[in-house]
C-alpha cells in the first residue's frame, strides 16, 4: 500500500527517515525552512556524512517518490506526517526546547483543514519530556481527522540507514495504550515491509513511549560513564580498566556494549537528552530519582579534562608543543563534531598554547565551522609528521588500524595517548612509542581488547553497514 508522506524537519534524523520512508514503496515529500539544505537534497547532495544515505537519497529521487520543499502547503495532501524536528538543550537551562516542534504542529492546523477531516497521522519522531505528546495532540486534534501518537527512534548515528529500515523494535505510543487504536493501524501500514520481517511493534501509552527513548539514552550514558569511573579508580590502584571491563561484560546482566573506557560519550544526542530527562524529573517532582544523571554527566566531562591533563604531563608542558589529534566527530562514521570530546580536548589544548593539528577522514568541514582557526590537515600522514605527541580521539578506523613502525617514522617523538582503548598497547612499545591510555598502567603490556568499538556502541563486524545495502520496497536486503 502506497501512502502519501511528508517528513518534517529534513536533517540528520528526518532526511534519513524521508529517504527511508520512499524506498518502502511511499511517496514522500521532506519540508525544511532551511532552503539550502532542501536544495541540496534535492539536487542529490547530502549535507552530511552517513554511510549508505547517499545513495538512498539518489534512488528515491530517480524514482520520483522522494521530493524536498519549504512550503506547508504542498504538505496538504499527506496521508501521514513524520515530525523529526530537533529539541535542543534550552538555552537558560537544561531542559528541551520545544519550539520547532510547537512551530510544525502550529503550520499544519493551517494546511490540515483542506483535507476535509479525511483521516491524517501526525507522528512525533523527536526525544521529548513525558507529557509533551498530549500537549501537542490538544492543539492539533482540534482539526477535524487529524490524529497524534509518538514512534520515537533509535538511530545510532553511523547505522542510520540500518537502524531505520531493519530496526530492532517499533514503538508506538498512543494516548491510552490501546492496541485498537485507529493510529496503530495507520502506522502499521506505513511499515508493512518492515513489520512483515517479524520486526517487533510495542503499543503503549504516550508517556511511556516518551519515556522509551529518555530511558535509552540515559541508561546508555549511564554504562559509559560508570566504566569511565572504574578507569579513575583503576588509574588510583595501578589496575588495567580492560581486563575489568572484559570480565564485566561477560556477565550477561550486564553485557560488554557500551562499557569500555575512554574519552566518553558527546554528540547531539546524549549529552543533551539525560539533561532533558533530569529537567523533566524535576518539573514533575521526582528530581531526586534521577540526580545521579548530574553526576554520570559530570564524570563524561572529567574524561575530556583528564586527556588534557594526561597529555601534559606526557610532554611535561603544552605551550608551543606539536600535537595531532586523530578525530574530530563525535564518533566514527559520522562528520557529526557536536559535543564532540574530541573537539573540545584539541580546542583546551590550543587554549593551553598547544600547536594542535586535528585530522579526520569526514569531519574537518563541520570542525572548522564550530572552531574558525583550527589547523586541520585531511591527510593522515601529512597530519601526523613532526607530531611531539599523538591523541587518538575519535576510533576511525584507519586510526585503529596505523601500523605502528611506519607511524614513528613519521613523528617527531613517538608518544601516543589512545583515548578510545583501541590500540594494542605492546605492539606500539615495541614499536618504541611511549604508550598511555585512560585508566590503563603506563609500564605494562596487557592484552589488547576483545571487543573494539566506539564508546558510542560498539564497532564490530557484526554491527558493520555495508553501505547501500538496504531494503528494497518489498522488504528485502538488496544491493544499491
Same mark, same amino acid.
Given at each position: ?13 528526518g532526511a534519513v527517515h524521508a529517504a527511508s520512508m520512499a524506498e518502502l514503496g511511499h511517496e514522500v515529500i521532506g519540508l525544511d525552512v532551511d532552503r539550502d539544505r532542501v536544495a541540496a537534497l534535492q539536487a542529490g547532495h ?36 513524520? /515530525?523529526?524536528? &530537533?529539541?535542543?538543550? @534550552?538555552?537558560? =537551562?537544561?531542559? #528541551? ?5 510547537? +512551530? !510544525?504542529? *502550529? ?23 513525558a507529557g509533551t505528546s498530549r500537549e501537542l495532540a490538544a492543539t492539533l486534534e482540534q482539526v477535524d481527522g487529524a490524529r497524534l501518537m509518538w514512534n520515537p527512534e533509535f538511530l545510532r548515528e553511523g547505522f542510520a540507514v ?32 518492515? /513489520?512483515?520481517? &517479524?520486526?517487533?511493534? @510495542?503499543?503503549? =501509552?504516550?508517556? #511511556? ?5 529518555? +530511558? !535509552?539514552? *540515559? ?97 611535561? =608542558? ?9 578525530? !574530530? ?143 528494497s520496497p518489498s522488504g528485502v536486503r538488496v544491493p544499491a
Amino acid at each position: 500500500m502506497t501512502l502519501r508522506i511528508s517528513v518534517i524537519g529534513i536533517g540528520y534524523l528526518g532526511a534519513v527517515h524521508a529517504a527511508s520512508m520512499a524506498e518502502l514503496g511511499h511517496e514522500v515529500i521532506g519540508l525544511d525552512v532551511d532552503r539550502d539544505r532542501v536544495a541540496a537534497l534535492q539536487a542529490g547532495h547530502a549535507p552530511f556524512h552517513e554511510p549508505g544515505f547517499d545513495e538512498l537519497l539518489q534512488r528515491g529521487l530517480d524514482s520520483g517518490r522522494l521530493r524536498f520543499t519549504s512550503d506547508y502547503a504542498e504538505l496538504a495532501d499527506a496521508d501521514v506526517h513524520f /515530525l523529526g524536528l &530537533g529539541t535542543p538543550q @534550552l538555552a537558560d =537551562g537544561m531542559g #528541551a526546547d520545544l519550539g520547532h516542534l510547537r +512551530s !510544525a504542529i *502550529a503550520s499544519l492546523t493551517e494546511v490540515l483543514p483542506a483535507r476535509g477531516g479525511a483521516p491524517t497521522l501526525v507522528v512525533g519522531k523527536s526525544t521529548v519530556p513525558a507529557g509533551t505528546s498530549r500537549e501537542l495532540a490538544a492543539t492539533l486534534e482540534q482539526v477535524d481527522g487529524a490524529r497524534l501518537m509518538w514512534n520515537p527512534e533509535f538511530l545510532r548515528e553511523g547505522f542510520a540507514v540500518q537502524d531505520t529500515l531493519v530496526p530492532d523494535r517499533l514503538v508506538y505510543g498512543v494516548p491510552s495504550g490501546d492496541e485498537q487504536d485507529e493510529r496503530v493501524a495507520m502506522l502499521d501500514a506505513v511499515y508493512a515491509p518492515i /513489520l512483515e520481517r &517479524g520486526v517487533t511493534r @510495542l503499543v503503549m =501509552g504516550y508517556e #511511556a513511549a516518551e519515556l522509551v527513548k529518555a +530511558s !535509552a539514552n *540515559a541508561f546508555l550514558a549511564t554504562k559509559i560513564s560508570f566504566i569511565n569511573a572504574v578507569a579513575e579508580m583503576c588509574e588510583a590502584t595501578g589496575a588495567d580498566v580492560t581486563d575489568v571491563s572484559r570480565a564485566l561484560g561477560m556477565d550477561d546482566r550486564i553485557g560488554a556494549k557500551f562499557l569500555r573506557a575512554g574519552l566518553g560519550f558527546g554528540g547531539g544526542c546524549l549529552p543533551k537528552d539525560i539533561r532533558a530527562f533530569l529537567a523533566s524529573a524535576e518539573d514533575h517532582g521526582v528530581g531526586d530519582a534521577l540526580g545521579f544523571l548530574r553526576e554520570v554527566d559530570a564524570v563524561n566531562g572529567r574524561r575530556r579534562t583528564r586527556m588534557v591533563a594526561l597529555a601534559e604531563e606526557t610532554l611535561g =608542558g603544552l605551550e608551543g608543543r606539536r600535537i595531532t589529534v586523530l578525530g !574530530a566527530a563525535f564518533k566514527p562514521d559520522s562528520d557529526d563534531v557536536r559535543d564532540s570530546p574530541a573537539l573540545e580536548v584539541a580546542s583546551r589544548l590550543r587554549a593551553a598554547g598547544a600547536r594542535v593539528t586535528v585530522t579526520d577522514p569526514e569531519a574537518l568541514r563541520t570542525a572548522q565551522r564550530r572552531i574558525p582557526g583550527l589547523c586541520t590537515v585531511p591527510d593522515t600522514q601529512d597530519a601526523l609528521r613532526d607530531a611531539e605527541l599523538v591523541l587518538l580521539l575519535t576510533e576511525w578506523r584507519e586510526y585503529r588500524d596505523l601500523d605502528p613502525v611506519a607511524t614513528a617514522d613519521l613523528v617527531a617523538s613517538p608518544r601516543i595517548i589512545d583515548g578510545r582503548a583501541v590500540l594494542d598497547p605492546q605492539a606500539w612499545r615495541e614499536a618504541g612509542w611511549e604508550f598511555r591510555a585512560l585508566g590503563r598502567p603506563d609500564s605494562e603490556a596487557p592484552e589488547a581488547p576483545q571487543n573494539p568499538g566506539s564508546s558510542e556502541g560498539p564497532v564490530s563486524s557484526d554491527e558493520a553497514i555495508t553501505p547501500g545495502r538496504v531494503l528494497s520496497p518489498s522488504g528485502v536486503r538488496v544491493p544499491a
